[in-house]
């Protein structure tokens, strides 16, 4: 049930680790406790935090969470503390910073909400009293990752050409602040997600990005970093736009979806025009 001192920690994570297993353990409400991120693969460093997963029975669910300040002081003296919005489906998360600093993130889970995910894949069970996490790690380590629908697809376009349209505008306008937050979200929303596509990845975002990127793709997508200079601006929103392209025709082909580029291509070249018809 405690597996802490076989994991290769830093010292104070350990410590840290180890009180909150400690808190739990005989604790009946909770029926598993999950470490994950980088502490459960091996590859925690002093700036690494501590991902407990802890899940409780449906019926004590409530209850349970309602601890999480309690649980937080019974660690520690906290620096810092704060609770995330819910995600449909996922945890309710309760952060908590310490001398250090560390932080870890209480991730509380509902034992129904649990189901084999990409996630789970390498993540250390240090308690299981029913036997559902073991099973459901086992299970997530075999699942291949999350494809998207031609649905998932058709929608993606039309809020990335959307999203352009908006952007241009911004930097017609020289709002260029808000241009700027628009080219890191088509980046963020669109761009990441497709590449991890291409690849047949999870999607993680940009977590450990530059490990995941070949030189080219790295490049290009280092290419949509604008600076805060309106030309510059342009510039990478028709790098994201290049880039977009390029990905677009094979992931609709992969994923047994038909993309009408005209309405998209329609507004790129009306964005050239003008944008030509500034600069002479």
Not at 14 to 33: G, H, K, N, T, Y
Not at 42 to 68: M, T
Request: charged share 30%; glycine share 8%.
């Amino acid at each position: 049930m405690d597996r802490v001192r076989d994991l290769d920690l830093p010292a104070a994570h350990r410590a840290l680790l180890r009180r909150a297993v400690d808190r739990f353990r005989d604790d009946e409400r909770v029926m598993a406790l999950v470490l994950g991120g980088s502490l459960a693969h091996g590859v925690a460093d002093p700036y690494s935090d501590v991902d407990l997963y802890i899940v409780a029975r449906d019926e004590s669910f409530d209850a349970v969470f309602e601890e999480r300040v309690v649980v937080a002081l019974a660690l520690g003296s906290p620096l810092l503390s704060f609770g995330m919005d819910p995600i449909p489906g996922g945890s309710r998360d309760y952060i908590v910073t310490y001398p250090g600093p560390i932080k870890i993130d209480l991730m509380y889970y509902r034992e129904s909400e649990i189901v084999p995910a990409p996630k789970w894949a390498g993540s250390v069970v240090l308690k299981d009293t029913s036997g559902l996490l073991g099973n459901v790690l086992t299970r997530s380590r075999n699942l291949a990752p999350p494809t998207p629908s031609s649905e998932e697809l058709l929608e993606m376009d039309k809020r990335f050409w959307t999203l352009c349209w908006y952007v241009f505008g911004k930097i017609m306008r020289g709002e260029l602040w808000e241009a700027l937050a628009g080219i890191h979200t088509i980046r963020s929303d669109t761009l990441l997600p497709m590449l991890d596509w291409s690849a047949g990845c999870p999607h993680e975002g940009y977590r450990r990005l530059e490990t995941r990127l070949d030189p080219e793709i790295a490049q290009r997508l280092e290419d949509t970093l604008g600076q805060l200079e309106t030309g510059a601006l342009y510039d990478a929103l028709q790098a994201e736009i290049s880039l977009f392209r390029d990905l677009c025709e094979p992931l609709f082909e992969r994923f047994g979806s038909t993309n009408d580029t005209v309405r998209g291509e329609e507004i790129r070249d009306e964005m050239v025009r003008r944008w030509d018809a500034r600069r002479a």
